[in-house]
Structures are given as structure tokens and as C-alpha cells.
């Protein structure tokens, strides 16, 4: 399985031959197998653009298929996705690559690459053995104007809507099963028939249209299933109107095209350049594309060219579109694969080994991240300024290009408003009713009420014809307006690029100035360097030299020493001889005897004379030495002068460049100091004086930013010198075996992990085995350096300690062995240190296993862990490196595991994993026990019969307060029972059969997490058996700002990521929610806040099994938490819903039992975090007793939010109890499309969201006010009988025009779910129980279809229009229970609604009205305690309103408390009739929201509110914080040395003579600038020369002294070399004199002899 990975797409240019329109014209190109270059401008300079292969004229479709093709199903036949797209331009050739080419029978005559491809795929798969059956489908699609359509489907035109697994999809689109190549190039080659082509004059048979045809292919193998698509595009080329000239429809064919492949470069060219949003909604074309473009899909680009010079425009268009595609950065993953069983204990050991491999996994990767930081990546100077001139020219050409499309878009955007005043309606909804001729006929013969609802009906028929004409092209206005605004910012950001591009080079070539100077200064500083290290190199060796003669002068005093001697005993030896001669015969036996002892004495003499030639081959060998030496000194010498002529030479080119720079810096200052001689005195005298300080001050000021970046630099030098140290690797090598030297070396491989291959490369390891050995004045080290050898253990290490230590030593021992002696040591450090050695040797190398296998190492650290396990009281810690040397020595090693077991070892094992040991050595048993049971059949049933699963049962409940130990042995029951499935036989019986159920479950997701996470894979699933029933899948995912929406205390829980789970009744199961970036997370984190896991489960609804997007309710809906049964399992039903909410960062886990049925068994798994705005990246894992699926992610919604608020004249103090709830604010909903849609409305407080988007910035929480503390909230919708007005209607569930409210009323959240019908406009109303006395932002979240257009559903808050005219009259009824006003309309056909209220709780209301006498209008019904009327008022008219106030007994309710509110669509003329105790109440209407106090009113706007979007990180790389203190501490002492240096400057000059100097400055501080700019850059250029010829100096100096050090020792060497030849020679004559007297003894002997005879 490949495994994931970023990398970029692969791109491809093609270049149509010269024949048709290009024929006879000039070739524009110069093609190579990867490049194209060619000149724009005659002379100019030649543009390259690199390609991953380019195809020339020559090429044959055969080549381009076995470029790409073949890689597409390579890749595909791994479960990648991929996709295929020709761009260019119209007419060069992309459909001739893809398709080919056919007669005019319809056969082929040049197969591209779609019918190859079909012909590849049926190959593969038919030619694999493994593959036991697949299904290749077909789905052809084209982008026509902007409007998808089926090509399998008789274009019919296709809905986008989300995809579960990412991107866009059409979901009715036709599917093709195709069986054969040929039955997939029919299928296809009927979809091309109905295709839209057209004639235009750059191609024939123009493709007028973006096509996409999709090949899915699903298959299985014997252990695995998997499935992956391949998309190949074939798009439209992009044309000018002048070239193809196009007219009408083409015209506007190709302006959708041209419009689409714009957004398409748009998307491109954001994802090159990394942007935080890309624009993949704005066109159909790049929706469909985005799995493709940004996705996890392999992307290979066509660019199809026309190698004309005519095209040049179009072609170089082409090629920057291809370059940005190279920019972009692409991770495609292997689709889902469903294992099986026998493939799950494979992942079981694999988690296994990765639990006992973290530790040296993680320092190699913080190793192998270190050296990636200390690389620097360098762009050569030329290559810089090339790409700033080839730059500066696609920037030109882009704005050119940018400026025809503004053009384009104003001259459609002023149509566009041209059509809205056209449709705009006269007034701002207060025109008169359009009543017309049949509309009056028909009225003519109905009553008065009758008369008044028709009328009604028409106005509001009218008014929603009016709303909507004027919406829809508001909506049309500001999409063209957003384009325009799009595209000048496009080109206010070229033109931006464009005017620094100058800027950019000088920053540039001051950049590589600077770093020149850095260069050469570092490089000086390494030579400085390097001569000190030759300096110090040569005392050594003259130390060494020293200590060499000195050693042969004290050898020479010794040899002159014992020649004394001898001639002492010669001349001894001559006077007895001499006695010898004068003695008497009686003496003759003494003599005899001392001529015995004489004998000996000569004897010894002449072994001493043997020693002495020994002695004199030695002098021999040193004189060989002292040549070499001499030899080696001379090649030093040599060497030394190379580098020093290469430093010269160095040296010279730089003060070479410098010397041109102040040539060009003095001329400047020249001219300068010539345009000064022309000023005045008095301004000449000011200028020197400057001059003068500017002088002062330039030779030491530097800016802050150049301070920080010297300092900082200098800093990274001596810390990067710092990380690896040899000298100090090479003193602890020198200083073994003492203790120091092994706690340093430990200290060192701590810090920098990569001192341990500095000690391997100095021999360290072979030191560290040869002190080992057990005898000699070394062997009390032992035991430290056995203790000090983990510490440089790695591959390499134990390659190398294997290697040596396998050797035999001098006395025939191998080497290995001496670890052997510790071993058998009485002291249990020793035993210990010797355990933690052999643990490290034997880790990962089944090498050094072998060894110690074979050397008896292993059964002796089998013998410790025996005889340490057999105390009363062991060693604890002994006990576990024993049991860690153990887990290593027999990992995937069996004869050692034969051992184990033949020994009676796994049984003592086992009885150390009982709950009443140490916890340390319980996870190290455990890890031990679960590497050799893997594939040992043995040991598995010795594990068997000792019930093993009775001891990890314990572990699970023994409360350890170690949760490793408890995963542990859940993870160990899994691996005994997927070795031998008849354990869980044993298991079942277990009365906590239930929890260990469940144990077993989480250790199989943490399993299957682990393993995709390495695996690289998205989604991943585990297929159970009748034998091992247990079923699993997995899936990776991430939270980021689109779907972390934190708890379910926010409103934006439903953000969150929502999974499809299907699980039938009766299941058991456990879902594990892993944070994959919390060890990143924990180094970074500082002082963030942690990422708290959650979990929620709920009940699927049939609304989301059939639109597959996200579950809104989940917090509205009314369902109460799940219960827990006695083992705190949660018990999962339909009307219920199922949580976790702990504080655990790094993993939770769900446990559930699903008791009743869900729709279509589906559940909602819901992971996220405790706050929103958290980002990371999870696996979700679910193992149960029975067949489980995860079935895909839910889709998002469109999302809107409107803010608004609630002000103390817009609240309801008593809810809806009376008729102030009319004052809330209020939000219009029209449904613009032909279709019912039913959207979601979430309502909720502002200020609470707000505080609850910033929770995540905060390490602790500052105790926000509960929620329970505020009103609680409700909604309504409602449809308006006035559409362009506030809705004052009823609010009963029983009018009407009721629609919804929300059902469930909360404090801080409530959901309802309009059905907007077509024609209708719609009040939605937003009630907070309580009163106000202060501002309460309000947020409406709207929720739509994402397969809705934009403008489908309009919504926004009520404006000042939408207001009325209010009038208020109180009073009591009289004698009849009535009140009776008089109503006069002066300006107009006016709408009146009128509300009549009654205090008394068991009133009845009515009301009508009356004209002339005659009944106009009444309510149907009484209705309790008010009662509404809604009437058209005719202008000029007088009209009166009668309300009646009744008991239930229908007696009429006398001097009863009335109030009247009268809202009217202009202003009305209201009179209380006579004899009425009624009166009109200005002040009581100034409280309620009318015309008159619209200005109090905050309505609100569409907006995203900036806590619903994470602000970026802080850039912090100016700024102080981000600074080392050592590096702030050097730029704050530089300051302060300008600051004094400044003081002084500025004290001295105004010394005296202060205002007329100051004046004199301020008067000339212009002129003075440019030539304080000039003498600061000859100054600097000075200054420049003068370091590097003090530099040179220095070098100069280095050198002499290098080459008289070198001198002066070649001299004292052949002095000393003469010496010793000296000295030689006259030990040479000496031992000839020595044997001459050896000689001449023996004779002397035998006369002696002869003589006493």
C-alpha cells in the first residue's frame, strides 16, 4: 500500500503540428523532451518553461499514453483516485489527446487516451489472478453555460450537491455498468453525440462545452476490497471573440467559457500561492473539479499548445497556467480497504511493535528533524534576477488580461442595471393598487367583504410580484458587482506586484549584497578557524616530538649507564684473573669456584648485550619514525600554503569588487561635494557640520531589524557549532572508563542525538567493548559502561557492537562474553546494567539476537530473571530490565521463545502481570507476553492452560490508576483470542464477560487507528467471522474553521463533523476518538488551551438518510440523554441521544449497547472538541460484536447569519401574552425559485456566541454567565398577509398563515424549519421572553440546500419601509361592550391592520368595519383576549371600526379596559365616535415600533461575525517576543552605544550656538538628504575595504606566522634527527668495542684453565 504523501501534479505540454490555420507560418517553439523556450520580442529574452515531459509535433498518441496513461491505472489499481484535463486553447488539439481522432464512419483512425485508458483498465483487472471480480461504471457530464447536464441522460440538467467523502458531485446523474472495452467506447462514443460543438473560424468542430466523464471501478481480492475513480476533463478552450469570430449564441457561449476558465486559473493560482480560502463556489465548473484540483486525487495537466507565432498570447497564457499547477501542492490517498481477519492480527502486531519501537522511532525522527533544520536551501543570484524579470512580465500580461475582463464585466453590469430600473416598481411599496378593468368587473358583483378580500388578494399578489422582480435583479446587480469587485482587486494586486517589482530586485540585490558580506565574513571566520586548529595540530606534534627525544635521551643515559657498568666488570674480572695467576696450588679450588661465578657473570653480561642490539633496532625504528614525521610535516606544509593561496586569492577578488564599489562611491561623492561648493556660506557651513556628524553616526549605527538579524545570525552560528561536538565526544572517548567520561557521553547523546554517530565514526563502540573485559585494573568500570551503552545504541551502533563484539580477543575470548561476568555478578547493579545492554544490542536486530542466542548471553539473562523472580523479596527494577532484555531477545526469535517456554518462563511471566505487582513491571510483562504469543502456537496453549484470560480480566478491573496497563491487557485478550478464537469460549463465561467485551473493542479501534495512521490511509474497515466476531472500520478526519464548532454548549455544534454509523438492535460497540497531533500539540502548546475530546451519538433521520447533509437538531430536538446501565455503558435508543464529555486530550472512548432500531439502522456519530476554532486532525474507530459500517461524512449546509438586536423598544416584556411581541425583530424570507424548499433558522444570543468563538484563546475559562440566567428565546414563522410590512397578524398556531415556531424553548438556542412555498413572503419573528433595558445582540443562523443556487431563498431584516403607521386608542366599551372610531384615508388606498386587546382573560374579541352604513370587513370568529382585522381602505372614503368585547355566555363585557392598535400603511384619520369613552394615546404609541420610531430601531445586516472565523497567527518574526534574550540582550547594548555616541554628537554641535545651527539644519535638511545618502554609501564602501583589508592583513599575518612555525620546526626536527644518528653511532662503536672484549674472554679462559691443570 503506498502511503500518503504530499507532492504536486504532474503537467504536460503537447504541440499541435503546423497544418490547417497554422500552415506555412513561423514555429514559435523550441522543444526538448522536458522544456519549452521561445522569444516574445524579437531580441528579447528567451522565456523556458520546465514541464514533466513535453510531447513535440512528432509525437504519437502511443507515447502519450505510455506517459500518462499507464501511470493513471498504476495509481488507480492502488486505490488512488486520479484525474486527466486537456487545457488550452480553442482549436490546439486537447480533444484530439483525449478522445483521438475518427472518419466519417465513426471509426477510429487515432485513438487517444480514453479509449486506451478503457482498454488498460479491462487488462488489469482480467489479467490479476488476485482479483476475483470488478465493476467499471461510467458517468459522462458537461458544463454548457453554466449549466450541468447528463450526456447519459438526454441533457438533462443536473443538480450539484455535496459529497460525503469531499468536493461535489451530481447525485441524479445517469450510471453506465459496462462489461468490455468495446461496451465502454459505445456507451461513450453516444454520450459524445450529444455533446455541444459548433463551427468557428479557429476550429471546425469547436467543443462549445466542459465535459467530464467519470470511470468508477470497485473490486476484491481474496482479503480485501477497495474501489477508485478516474476523472478525465476534457474543457472547452479558452478564445477571443476576434479570433474565432463568434457571434450571438456562440458569443455568449464562449463569454461563459472564457468566464469559467478564469475561475478555474483563479482556484489554480490560489492553491499555488497557498491561500487561506479558494473559490471553488463561483463556478459549476470548479465545484466539480475540487476533488481534483485540492482534493486526494493524483492530477495530471495536458497543455495542448499551437506552435504559431500568431498564438504566442494564448500559448504564453497556457504555459503560466501550467506553471501555477507545478506551484500547487496535492496529498492523494488510497481509498477505504476492508480487511479481513487474518489480515487484523497483522495490525495487532503491528501495534504491538510500534508500542515497543516510540522511543527509538521518536529519536530518529527528532534526529532526522534537526538535520532538516540546519539545511539551507540557496538560489544562485543569476537565477533571482531572471525570475524577477520573467516575473515582471507575466504580471504585465496578466493585467492586460485582467483589463479586458473589467471591460467586459461593467459593460454587463450596466445592462444588468439598466434592466433593474426597468423592473423597479414605483414608491418604496406605497403605490397605488393597479386595479384593472376585468379585475373591476369581476368585483362588481360581490358584497362588500367579498369586494375587500379580492382587493386584498390583488395588492398582495402584486406587492410579491413587486418584491420579487426587484430582488431577483438586486440579487443578478450584485453578483455582477461582486465579480467586478473581484476582478479590481485582481488587478489592484497586479498592479501593486507590478510597481514593487522594481523595489523586489533592489531588495534583492541588497539581500545578496548582504549575504555576500555574511559569506565572506563566515568564511574568513573559518578560516581564522581552521589555522588556529592547524596552529594547535602543529604544537601537538611538537610537544610530541619533545617528549620523543626527550625519551630517547634518558634511553641514551641508560645505555652509557650499563657500558659503565660492563667496563667496571671487566676490569673486576681482569684483576681476579690476575689473582687467579699469583695464587697457590691450595687456592686452586677457590679459584675454580670464582671462575664458576665468573662464567655466570659473562653469561649475564652477554644477555645483556642482547638486550642492547634490541635496543639499538628500536633507535632504528624511531629514526624510521622521525622521517615520516618529517615527511608528514612537509605535506602539512604544503597543504597549509595551498589553503593560504586560496585564501589570497579570496581575499583579492572581494577587495578586487570593493575597490570598484568605492570607486563608484567616490565619484558620487565627488559630484556631490561639487553641487555643494555651488551653495552659499552660511548653508556650506551647515552642511559640513552635518556632514561631520553623519560621519560620526553612520560609523556605528545600524538599524534594529540589521542589529537583530547580525545577532541573531551570530547566535545560530555558535548554536549550530554547538549541537554536534567532536572535541567534546573526543575527550569522553580519551577520559574512558571513569565515571565522568560515561555520565558526560550519556548527557551528550541526550542533547543531540547525533553525537552518537560522531562517537561511532571515532571508534567509541570498540572502546566501549574492549572496556568490558572482566580482569585487569579496568574491570570495576564495567558495570558504567554496560549502564552507558544504550545511550549510543542505534542501527548503526548495534551493527557495529555486533560486528566487534563477535570477534575474539587476544586471549582467543570472544568478546560478546564479557557482558557475562556482570551478568554473573553478586551485585544486582551489575545484573542490571548488563540487562539494560543486552536489551539495547538485541532491539531491532535479529543480528545481535543471534549472537547472544548463540554465545549463552540469553539463557543467562533468562537465569537473572529466574533467580531474581524466586526471591522473597525481588529487586524490583531489576526484575523489569530483565524482563525488557527478555521481550527483546526473544522478539520474532524462536529458538529463544523455545526456551522461554521449555523453562517454565511464560508462567512466571504471567504471574508478574497479576494486579498485585509493581505497575512498571506489569506493562513491561505484558508487552513481552504479547511478543512472543505472536505466531507461537505453543506458547498460546501454555498461555491457554495457566488461564491467562482470568489474569488480564483482573487487569482490567483492578483500578490501577495506570490506563496503559489497562489497554495493555485489553490489547492482550485481543491478541490471544485472534491467535486461538477457542480462548473467548473461556472469556464468555467470565462474569464481567460484558465490560471485558467492550475492553477488548477499544483495543481493537486503538489498533486499527494506529495502523492507518502508518498505512497512510483515509478509511479503513475489519471484516469478522463466526470465530473472531468482531467487526470494525475506521475513518481520518480533521477539524479546521469550517466544522470545529465545539461543544454542545455552542450554536455552532452542528458544525461539527457528523458520520454515518449503521448498527443494528442488539449491537455492541465501542467508538474511540483519537487526537493524531496531541504529541505535536503538548511541544507546542505553551500556554494554549487543551483540545478536550467529545463524542456524541444519535438516531439518523430520514430527512438525512435522503439528503446526506448534517443533522441540525441534535441540540433542538427535544431527546433526553441516554441512559447508563451498571457497567456505565450507554443505552442507545431512536429518541435519545448518547454523550461523552470528559477532560481527556489525547483519546476518549464510547461504549454503547443500541437497543432499539434507528431508521435504516443509521446512526450520527458526532466527534469534536470542547471549543470551537480548535484545529486538529482525528481517527475514528468503531468495533462491535456485529457487522458495524461507517457510512461517510454528512454534508455541510449553506450557511447565513444575520445579526441584529433587541433594544428596550424592540422586546416583548410579557413574551406573546400581549401585543408588544410585534415590536421584535423581525426577518424576511421569500422563496425566489419555482420548488418548495424548507430551510433551518437557529436562534441565539450574540454576546454569548461571541464569548464562546473566544473560549479557545483563553487557557481557563472566566466563568461566563450560565444560560440559564437568560430570557428564554422562541421563534415563528409566519406568512405575511401585507408583504412588504411588518407582520402584525395573529401569532396562533391556529391561523391561517401559521407556518412553524420552534418547538423546543431554551435559554440559549432555538431551531425551527419553515417550508417556504413559491409566491408567498414570509415573517419570521424572533421573541426574547424578558424585557430590556439595554442593547442584546441576536444572531439568526439560516440554513439551506447546498444543490440551492445562490438567491434562491432571500432573507434579511425589515428596513424603515417596512414600518407602519401606528395610532393607539384606549378606553373602556360601553353599554353594549363596544367601542366605535371613525377611520378617514386622506393620501391614498391605505392597509390597515387592526389589533384589539381586552385585560380580562375570559373576553371574547371581534371586530369589523363598516362604509356608508353598509358591512365592509369583519373577523370571522370571536377570539380570546384580542383580535385582528386586516382591511384595504379606499382614499377618500370614511369608514368606521366597531369592536365588541363578550363573556362565553355572549354577554357583552360593559366598561370594560380596551386598547386599539390601529397600523396603517400610510397615515390614517382616526376620530372616536360620540358618546365613546375612548381617547387617542400619542405616548403609549411612541412605544411601539412604528414610521415615527423607526429611528430607534437596529435591523440588522447580513454578516459573518468576526469570532466565527479564527484570526490568523500572529506573524512574530519582528517582533521582540519571538527573539532569543541573548540576541535582544546584544541589540539593546548596541542601542545604548548609539544612543551615548548620538548624545555626544548633538551636544557638541548646538554647544554655544544652539538656535542658529538648529535653524541652519532644519533649512537645508532637504538638500542635505540625498547627499547624506551618497556619503553614507561611501562611507560604507569605505569602511568595507578597510575590514577587508584589515582582514587581509590578518590573513597575511596568519600565514607568516604558519610558515616560521613550520620552519622552526622542520629545524629542531632535523636538529634532533642529527642528534639521535649521533648518539647512534656512538653506541655503535661501543658494542663493538663490547665484542671484541666477548671475544678475546674465551681465550683468556682457556689459558687460565690450561694454567691450573
Given amino acids: 500500500m503506498v502511503k500518503k504523501g504530499a507532492t504536486r501534479p504532474r503537467v504536460y505540454a503537447r504541440v499541435r503540428p503546423m497544418f490547417g490555420r497554422d500552415a506555412g507560418k513561423d514555429p514559435l517553439f523550441s522543444i526538448t523532451d522536458h522544456s519549452l523556450s521561445y522569444v516574445k520580442e524579437a531580441g528579447g529574452e528567451v522565456s523556458q518553461f520546465n514541464m514533466d515531459r513535453v510531447f513535440g509535433m512528432e509525437s504519437t498518441q502511443e507515447e502519450v499514453y505510455a506517459t500518462i496513461g499507464d501511470t493513471a491505472i498504476q495509481t488507480l489499481r492502488q486505490g488512488f483516485n486520479s484525474t486527466i484535463m486537456a487545457y488550452g486553447q480553442t482549436g490546439s488539439g486537447k480533444t484530439f489527446s483525449m478522445e483521438g481522432q475518427k472518419d466519417e464512419r465513426g471509426q477510429y483512425t487515432s485513438r487517444g487516451l480514453i479509449p486506451r485508458l478503457f482498454d488498460g483498465i479491462f487488462e488489469s483487472f482480467q489479467g490479476d489472478e488476485t482479483v476475483k471480480s470488478f465493476k467499471v461504471t461510467l458517468q459522462f457530464i458537461e458544463l454548457y453555460n453554466e449549466q450541468l447536464q447528463d450526456l447519459f441522460g438526454k441533457r438533462k440538467v443536473l443538480d450539484v450537491t455535496m459529497d460525503p467523502t469531499g468536493g461535489y458531485r451530481c447525485k441524479d446523474a445517469v450510471a453506465h455498468d459496462v462489461n468490455s472495452p468495446a461496451e465502454a467506447l459505445k456507451v461513450y462514443g453516444d454520450g459524445c453525440k450529444q455533446r455541444a460543438t459548433a463551427s468557428t473560424k479557429m476550429n471546425a468542430e469547436s467543443s462549445r462545452s466542459h465535459a467530464l ?40 457561449e464562449g463569454i461563459k467559457i472564457n468566464l469559467s476558465l478564469t475561475k478555474l486559473a483563479l482556484v489554480v493560482k490560489c492553491l499555488s500561492e497557498g491561500a487561506s480560502h479558494v473559490p471553488y463556489r463561483e463556478s459549476k465548473l470548479t465545484m466539480m473539479l475540487q476533488k481534483g484540483l485540492g482534493g486526494n486525487n493524483m492530477l495530471h495537466i495536458i497543455l495542448a499548445l499551437s506552435n504559431s507565432t500568431e498564438q504566442i498570447a494564448e500559448g504564453t497564457a ?29 495490525v495487532i502486531q503491528e501495534q504491538l511493535t510500534e508500542i515497543a519501537d516510540l522511543q527509538s522511532e521518536n529519536e530518529k525522527l527528532k534526529r532526522e528533524l534537526d538535520e532538516r533544520k540546519t539545511k539551507e536551501t540557496e538560489v544562485p543570484d543569476f537565477l533571482i534576477a531572471k525570475h524577477i524579470a520573467l516575473n515582471k512580465d507575466a504580471l504585465s500580461e496578466d493585467l492586460k488580461e485582467a483589463d479586458e475582463q473589467i471591460n467586459e464585466l461593467k459593460r454587463a453590469l450596466e445592462e444588468k442595471r439598466k434592466e433593474k430600473e426597468r423592473l423597479a416598481a414605483a414608491g418604496d411599496g406605497d403605490a397605488e393598487l393597479e386595479v384593472n378593468a376585468s379585475a373591476k368587473e369581476q368585483m362588481a358583483g360581490l358584497d362588500a367583504q367579498q369586494r375587500a378580500e379580492a382587493l386584498e388578494k390583488q395588492a398582495k399578489e402584486q406587492m410579491i410580484a413587486r418584491m420579487k422582480a426587484a430582488a431577483q435583479a438586486e440579487q443578478e446587480q450584485k453578483a455582477f458587482e461582486a465579480e467586478l469587485q473581484q476582478m479590481l482587486e485582481i488587478q489592484q494586486k497586479l498592479q501593486d506586484k507590478l510597481a514593487s517589482a522594481d523595489k523586489e530586485k533592489a531588495e534583492e540585490e541588497e539581500r545578496i549584497r548582504r549575504e555576500a558580506e555574511e559569506h565572506a565574513e563566515m568564511l574568513v571566520m573559518e578560516m581564522e578557524e581552521k589555522a588556529a586548529r592547524m596552529e594547535m595540530e602543529l604544537k601537538q606534534r611538537e610537544e610530541a616530538q619533545r617528549a620523543m ?3 630517547q635521551r634518558k634511553k641514551e643515559e641508560q645505555l652509557q649507564a650499563q657500558l659503565a657498568e660492563r667496563e667496571q666488570m671487566l676490569k673486576r674480572e681482569e684483576e681476579q684473573r690476575k689473582a687467579l695467576e699469583e695464587a697457590t696450588q691450595s687456592d686452586n679450588r677457590k679459584m675454580l669456584e670464582e671462575l664458576e661465578a665468573l662464567r655466570k657473570v659473562r653469561e649475564t653480561q652477554e644477555a645483556e648485550i642482547e638486550r642492547t642490539k634490541r635496543e639499538a633496532e628500536r633507535m632504528a625504528a624511531i629514526e624510521t619514525d622521525a622521517a615520516l614525521a618529517r615527511e608528514e610535516a612537509r605535506k602539512q606544509e604544503a597543504k597549509m600554503a595551498e589553503e593560504l593561496r586560496k585564501m589570497q586569492e579570496e581575499l583579492a577578488r572581494q577587495r578586487a569588487e570593493l575597490e570598484e564599489q568605492k570607486a563608484a562611491a567616490v565619484a558620487e561623492a565627488k559630484a556631490a561635494a561639487e553641487a555643494s561648493r555651488q551653495a552659499d556660506g552660511a548653508a556650506h557651513a551647515a552642511q559640513t557640520a552635518q556632514t561631520d556628524g553623519l560621519e560620526l553616526l553612520s560609523s556605528n549605527y545600524k538599524s534594529a531589524k540589521e542589529m537583530i538579524r547580525r545577532a541573531a545570525r551570530k547566535l545560530e552560528i555558535a548554536g549550530r557549532a554547538g549541537k554536534v561536538d567532536p572535541i567534546a565526544v573526543g575527550r569522553v572517548i580519551e577520559t574512558l572508563p571513569v565515571l565522568v567520561a560515561c555520565n558526560d557521553l550519556r548527557a551528550l547523546t541526550e542533547l543531540e542525538p547525533a553525537n552518537k554517530s560522531v562517537f561511532q565514526d571515532m571508534g567509541g563502540i570498540i572502546k566501549l567493548v574492549d572496556y568490558l573485559y572482566p580482569h585487569g585494573p579496568q574491570a570495576p568500570y564495567a558495570t558504567h559502561i554496560a549502564r552507558t551503552i544504550p545511550c549510543v545504541m542505534d542501527a548503526e551502533g548495534r551493527r557495529l557492537f555486533g560486528q566487534y563484539a563477535s570477534g575474539k580477543d587476544a586471549h582467543g575470548v570472544v568478546r560478546l562474553t564479557y557482558l557475562s561476568a556482570l551478568l554473573n555478578s553478586s551485585d544486582p547493579d551489575d545484573k542490571e546494567h548488563a540487562c539494560l545492554a543486552i536489551a539495547s544490542i538485541a532491539q531491532d536486530s535479529s543480528e545481535n539476537r543471534a549472537l547472544l542466542f548463540e554465545h549463552g548471553l540469553s539463557a543467562e539473562v533468562l537465569a537473572v530473571f529466574r533467580d531474581t523472580s524466586a526471591q522473597k523479596l525481588p529487586r524490583q527494577r531489576l526484575q523489569r530490565v530483565a524482563v525488557m532484555a527478555l521481550s527483546d531477545l526473544a522478539q520474532d526469535f524462536e529458538p529463544f521463545q523455545s526456551m522461554l517456554l ?4 511464560v508462567s512466571v511471566l504471567l504471574k508478574l502481570s497479576a494486579p498485585t505487582n509493581d505497575p512498571f513491571i506489569i506493562k513491561e510483562t505484558l508487552s513481552c507476553i504479547a511478543r512472543i504469543t505472536q505466531g507461537n502456537a505453543a506458547i498460546q496453549q501454555e498461555l491457554q492452560q495457566l488461564n491467562a ?21 485489553g490489547l492482550a485478550l485481543v491478541n490471544l483470542v485472534s491467535e486461538a478464537p477457542q480462548s473467548m469460549g473461556m472469556l464468555e463465561q467470565h462474569p464481567k464477560f460484558n465490560s471485558i467485551r467492550f475492553e477488548m473493542l477499544a483495543a481493537l479501534g486503538r489498533a486499527l487507528s494506529a495502523s492507518m495512521m502508518r498505512q497512510g490511509q483515509v478509511n479503513a474497515s475489519v471484516a469478522g467471522s463466526d470465530s473472531f466476531k468482531m467487526w470494525g472500520a475506521a475513518t481520518v478526519g480533521q477539524w479546521d474553521d469550517s466544522n470545529a464548532g465545539g461543544d454542545r454548549t455552542h450554536t455552532t455544534f452542528v458544525d461539527n463533523p457528523q458520520i454515518l454509523l449503521r448498527a443494528k438492535p442488539g449491537t455492541n460497540l465501542c467508538i474511540v476518538l483519537h487526537d493524531t497531533l496531541e504529541d505535536t500539540k503538548q511541544r507546542d502548546r505553551g500556554k494554549a488551551r487543551p483540545l478536550f475530546l467529545r463524542l456524541c451519538v444519535t438516531a439518523a433521520t430520514p430527512e438525512v438518510l435522503s439528503s446526506r447533509l448534517k443533522l441540525l437538531d441534535i441540540n433542538a430536538s427535544g431527546n433526553r440523554p441516554a441512559p447508563l446501565d451498571a457497567d456505565s455503558i450507554v443505552q442507545l435508543d431512536a429518541d435519545v441521544n448518547g454523550f461523552i464529555d470528559v477532560a481527556k486530550t489525547r483519546e476518549i472512548t464510547l461504549r454503547c449497547a443500541v437497543k432499539s432500531a434507528a431508521p435504516d439502522d443509521m446512526w450520527v456519530v458526532v466527534p469534536h472538541v470542547g471549543c470551537s476554532h480548535q484545529h486538529s486532525q482525528y481517527t475514528l474507530a468503531v468495533f462491535a460484536d456485529q457487522p458495524v459500517s461507517l457510512e461517510g461524512q454528512l454534508a455541510n449546509w449553506q450557511k447565513r447569519i444575520i445579526t441584529s438586536s433587541w433594544t428596550p423598544l424592540c422586546c416583548a416584556p410579557r413574551s406573546i401574552s400581549d401585543a408588544r411581541w410585534r415590536n421584535c425583530p423581525q426577518f424576511q424570507l421569500i422563496n425566489m425559485g419555482t420548488e418548495p424548499t424548507t430551510i433551518r433558522a437557529l436562534l441565539s444570543y450574540g454576546e454569548r456566541d461571541a464569548a464562546l468563538n473566544a473560549r479557545y484563546a483563553n487557557t481557563v475559562d472566566a466563568s461566563p454567565a450560565s444560560a440559564d440566567e437568560r430570557p428564554m428565546l422562541s421563534m415563528y414563522v409566519m406568512k405575511n398577509n401585507v408583504p412588504d410590512r411588518r407582520y402584525v397578524g395573529n401569532l396562533s398556531p391556529q391561523a391561517d398563515n401559521y407556518v412553524c415556531h420552534s418547538m423546543v424553548t431554551n435559554s440559549w438556542c432555538v431551531q425551527c424549519k419553515p417550508r417556504l412555498e413559491p409566491g408567498n413572503v414570509y415573517a419570521l419573528l424572533v421573541v426574547m421572553a424578558e424585557g430590556t433595558t439595554s442593547k442584546v445582540p441576536l444572531r439568526l443562523t439560516l440554513y ?80 380570546q383576549k384580542s383580535a385582528v382585522l386586516s382591511v384595504p381602505l379606499v382614499s377618500g372614503e370614511k369608514y368606521t371600526m366597531v369592536t365588541r368585547t363578550i363573556t362565553q355566555r355572549q354577554e357583552p363585557i360593559r366598561q370594560g379596559e380596551a386598547r386599539l392598535y390601529v397600523y396603517s400603511s400610510r397615515a390614517l384619520q382616526l376620530t372616536p365616535a360620540a358618546n365613546q369613552q375612548l381617547r387617542i394615546d400619542e405616548d403609549e404609541a411612541s412605544k411601539i415600533v412604528s414610521r415615527q420610531t423607526a429611528d430607534k430601531v437596529i435591523y440588522g445586516e447580513e454578516t459573518v461575525p468576526e469570532d466565527c472565523v479564527k484570526p490568523k497567527e500572529p506573524d512574530t518574526k519582528d517582533q521582540e517576543a519571538g527573539y532569543d534574550p541573548r540576541v535582544l540582550q546584544d541589540v539593546v547594548a548596541e542601542l545604548e552605544a548609539q544612543r551615548d555616541t548620538l548624545f555626544n554628537f548633538t551636544a557638541q554641535a548646538v554647544r554655544g550656538e544652539g538656535p542658529r545651527v538648529v535653524e541652519a539644519l532644519r533649512a537645508e535638511v532637504e538638500e542635505l538628504k540625498g547627499e547624506k545618502d551618497k556619503i553614507t554609501k561611501e562611507l560604507e564602501a569605505t569602511r568595507s575595504v578597510a575590514k577587508m583589508e584589515s582582514l587581509g592583513a590578518q590573513q597575511r599575518k ?25 648518539s647512534h653511532a656512538e653506541l655503535e662503536a661501543e658494542l663493538e668495542a663490547v665484542r671484541a672484549q666477548q671475544g678475546a674472554a674465551p681465550v683468556a679462559d682457556a689459558e687460565a684453565t690450561v694454567a691450573l691443570q
Fill in 213 to 252: 466523464l467519470i470511470v468508477n471501478v470497485a473490486w476484491s481480492k481474496e482479503k480485501e476490497k477497495s474501489f477508485a475513480q478516474l476523472n478525465l476533463v476534457d474543457l472547452a478552450g479558452s478564445e477571443g471573440m476576434k479570433k474565432t469570430g463568434a457571434t450571438g449564441a456562440n458569443a455568449k
Fill in 318 to 346: 497556457c504555459l503560466r497556467f501550467g506553471q501555477s499547477c507545478l506551484n500547487m501542492t496535492i496529498n492523494p490517498n488510497a481509498n477505504a480497504v476492508e480487511k479481513e481477519q487474518a489480515e487484523m492480527r497483522a
Fill in 549 to 551: 627525544v626527550e625519551e
Fill in 902 to 905: 521449555a523453562q517454565q518462563a
Fill in 949 to 969: 484470560t482470568a489474569v488480564y480480566s483482573q487487569l482490567l478491573f483492578a483500578q490501577m490508576h495506570d490506563s496503559a496497563i489497562t489497554e495493555l491487557a
Fill in 1344 to 1423: 439551506s440546500s447546498p444543490e440551492l443556487d445562490d438567491g434562491t431563498v432571500l432573507a434579511k431584516p425589515l428596513s424603515t419601509s417596512a414600518e407602519w403607521h401606528v395610532s393607539f386608542v384606549k378606553g373602556y366599551t360601553d353599554a353594549n361592550g363596544m367601542t366605535v372610531v371613525d377611520m378617514l384615508p386622506t393620501e391614498g388606498n391605505t392597509q390597515v391592520t387592526a389589533v384589539l386587546e381586552s385585560e380580562d382573560a375570559s373576553a371574547f374579541c371581534s371586530i369589523a368595519t363598516t362604509t356608508g352604513g353598509v358591512p365592509h370587513k369583519q373577523t370571522p370568529t370571536y377570539a
Fill in 1598 to 1622: 596568519v600565514q607568516q606566522q604558519v610558515q616560521a612555525a613550520a620552519q622552526m620546526k622542520l629545524g629542531v626536527l632535523t636538529h634532533e634527527l642529527a642528534a639521535v644518528k649521533k
